[in-house]
């Protein structure tokens, strides 16, 4: 074989195994801390844990049913709030991508997106939280749902604009008006990109912390009420990591681990939506 | 000349400043098929999409001019009204794809919120579906989303949302451009099938095609109206040097 050719394929094979290398490298610190979390927290992981409420200092055992019972309010009043006008943002952007406020609102939404949660956290803090005069779950799932809309508007706007025009014009050729022609042939189109977009955005401030420090504060106590301070998951890990006491902290790592996995299960959610629901035109 | 169903008077249309078509003069005779030709970018499409306003629905674009269906000025009817006398039927074809094929078919009657009682339904898909020679091979599955059939029984499925509608007009923008040649040889069929109850104006870059399947062509240019006659006469004996230089293939 020629000398240069050779040369040639040896830089490819090296380039491949650097790549493939690297790759391996850069999932190996999430790979390390997924089996690190399991480890810690599947031995706190037994149906008291699901069902009792933290126990004071010293007493052995103790489970998260507050935190669970908060965080799934918290997140779901955020989705109620983000999904509805996540999407119909989305929907603008995508239909009237020409107008002058489109092009303002979508870049809104990129800086909205680059806003630190803290940041959120204090200004929904300022705006809700010091006017009512009190913590709350609301307040914390108003601070969430600002931070679900960017993936929301986001992932419905690409989703929409992968729709051809000429489907939309066979509705406008059959006379359908162009509301009807949106509601029931765009947005069915679009449903599994905004459902799974927004599925993706509850998975990733499911383990927000910082908008909720000075808005749901956290609760040692079931509440329901949502006027009223509340816990959630990531805040009892925060809380309990930090103590320093050995029985809060298999808690928090219990709590981690159920957080993971929630996580983790969402995006499989996604994923299945994806990929089932997959519109083909 | 037969009974004329479209009357097209000093019709321009324009994207913003670019005027696209002008001043387009052209009575439509009824259940004929009308072939439109021409090389590309010369406007056949816009033409096409003034006839059902279509071609206002563009941001900028505008029309001006008239057009008459029957004697009625179409800029004056109701949309709805007037974009189910005339049905169009595009390039790709573009069925609803979270509809089956049942739910495509009745789909102008369902999103405009026509109501109709199940065996009115039935009757209304199996009439269509025949007409459109789709329903022998679809009988057995018209619950299934249309978008798993074949392009070129889209395509029919596409024909057929549209004959549902009981059009006068019906407009076909390239149907054929987009398959293999047998689907397009069936297709062709049909148009002949239709023009008894339908007047059929179809674009074609398809000297054969056009040919073969129409009764009149007009061949446009640069956005003008160059030609327009009975199909035969046009091809053995065209009355424009253009027209003749484009049928005998020296350009476009
Ligand atoms: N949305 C648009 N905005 C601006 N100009 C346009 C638009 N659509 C078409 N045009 C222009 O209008 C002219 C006519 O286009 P049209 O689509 O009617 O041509 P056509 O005869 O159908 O061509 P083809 O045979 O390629 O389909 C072209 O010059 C094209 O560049
Ligand atoms: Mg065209």
Not at chain 1, 167 to 173: G, P, R, T, V
Request: glycine share 8%; proline share 5%.
């Amino acid at each position: 074989m020629d000398k240069a050719i050779k040369l040639r394929f040896y830089k490819d094979r090296i380039f491949k195994s650097g790549i493939i290398l690297l790759t391996v490298l850069s999932t190996l610190p999430l790979l390390l801390i997924l089996f690190y979390i399991v480890k810690q927290g599947i031995t706190s992981i037994n149906w008291d844990f699901f069902i009792n409420l933290p126990k004071p200092v010293g007493e052995k055992g103790g489970g998260i049913i507050n935190a669970l019972i908060g965080s799934g309010i918290i997140v779901f009043c955020a989705s109620l709030m983000a999904i509805p006008f996540g999407a119909l943002a989305g929907l603008y952007l995508s239909e009237y991508n020409r107008d002058k406020l489109a092009y303002w609102v979508g870049l809104c939404v990129d800086v909205l997106q680059g806003i630190p949660s803290i940041v959120l956290g204090i200004i929904i803090y300022l705006w809700v939280v010091k006017p009512t005069g009190h913590f709350s779950a609301l307040s914390g799932s108003i601070a969430l749902a600002i931070m679900m809309l960017p993936p929301i508007i986001k992932s419905t706007e690409e989703t929409l604009k992968l729709i051809p025009v000429t489907i939309k014009e066979a509705s406008l050729a059959l006379g359908v008006p162009y509301y009807k022609t949106i509601l029931r042939i765009i947005l069915p189109m679009g449903l599994n990109g905004i459902l799974s977009g927004s599925i993706l955005s509850i998975s990733r401030v499911a383990g927000e912390t910082a908008p909720l420090l000075f808005t749901a504060f956290g609760n040692p106590f079931i509440n329901t009420n949502i006027l009223k301070p509340m816990s959630s998951l990531p805040l009892l890990i925060y809380n309990y990591a930090g103590s320093a006491y050995e029985d809060w902290h298999k808690l928090a790592w219990g709590a981690s681990f159920v957080l993971i996995m929630s996580i983790l299960f969402l995006n499989l959610v996604t994923k299945i939506l994806e990929r089932r629901w997959r519109i083909q035109f | 000349m037969e009974n004329s169903i479209l009357k097209v008077e000093h019709l321009n249309a324009f994207f913003g400043e670019a005027k696209i078509l002008s001043d387009i003069i052209l009575e439509i005779p009824e259940n004929q098929i009308i072939a439109l030709m021409g090389p590309s970018g010369c406007g056949k499409t816009t033409f096409l999409r003034s006839i059902n306003r279509l071609h206002e629905l563009t941001p900028g674009a505008r029309t001006e001019g008239k057009i008459y269906l029957f004697e009625e000025d179409i800029y004056k009817m109701n949309l709805i009204v007037l974009r189910r006398k005339i049905g169009m039927v595009f390039q790709r074809p573009n069925p609803f794809p979270t509809m089956s094929i049942f739910e495509n078919v009745i789909s102008g009657y369902t999103l405009n919120g026509i109501s109709l009682s199940k065996s009115q339904k039935e009757e209304l898909v199996e009439d269509s579906l025949r007409k459109a020679s789709l329903w022998k091979e679809v009988q057995d599955n018209l619950h299934k989303k249309g978008t798993f059939l074949s392009g070129g029984q889209q395509q029919r499925l596409c024909i057929a949302r549209s004959l549902s509608m009981k059009p006068d007009i019906i407009l076909f923008d390239e149907p054929t451009s987009s398959l293999d040649p047998i689907s397009s040889n069936k297709i062709e069929e049909l148009l002949l099938d239709l023009k008894k109850d339908y007047t059929i104006i179809i674009v074609t870059h398809n000297l054969q095609q056009a040919a073969r399947t129409s009764d009149y062509t007009a061949f446009f240019y640069l956005g003008e109206l160059i030609e327009f006659n009975k199909t035969q006469a046009l091809f053995s004996n065209p009355a424009k040097r253009q027209t003749e230089d484009y049928i005998s293939g020296r350009f476009g």
